[in-house]
C-alpha cells in the first residue's frame, strides 16, 4: 500500500516578520502575510489592504481576531480560545456597522 505523504505546494518568501506574497507552485498567489508586535497579519491578494488580524499562540488562533474586505471596511471580528472560536462574534455591515451578533460557547 502506498504510503501518504505530504505535499509542500507553496513557494514562501518569509523571515522572521513574516511572509511577503506567497504562491502556490501553480503559480496561484495566496496572502501575504506580517507579523507585528505578536499580531499577524494577512492581506488581500492585492498585497496592500488587510483581510485579518489576530494573535497566534502555538499554530492556533488565539484572543480577539478581525477579518476586512478588501476596501478595508470591518466585515467581521470575534474571539478564540486555542483555535476554537468562543464568545461574540460580529458581522459588519458594508458601511462597518454591526447587524448581527453571534454568540459562541
Do not use: Q
Not at 41 to 59: F, L
Amino acid at each position: 500500500m502506498p504510503e501518504n505523504k505530504k505535499i509542500d505546494h507553496t513557494s514562501h518568501d518569509c523571515t522572521e516578520n513574516g511572509c511577503d506574497v506567497v504562491m502556490h507552485l501553480n503559480g496561484v498567489k495566496e496572502k501575504k502575510i506580517e507579523i507585528i508586535d505578536g499580531y499577524t497579519i494577512k492581506y488581500h491578494a492585492n498585497g496592500v489592504t488587510r483581510w485579518s488580524k489576530g494573535k497566534i499562540v502555538g499554530g492556533k488562533t488565539d484572543g480577539y481576531w478581525e477579518w476586512y474586505r478588501p476596501d478595508g471596511t470591518l466585515k467581521r471580528s470575534g474571539h478564540f480560545n486555542m483555535g476554537e472560536a468562543v464568545g461574540e462574534w460580529i458581522t459588519y455591515d458594508s458601511n462597518g456597522k454591526p447587524y448581527k451578533v453571534t454568540n459562541r460557547s
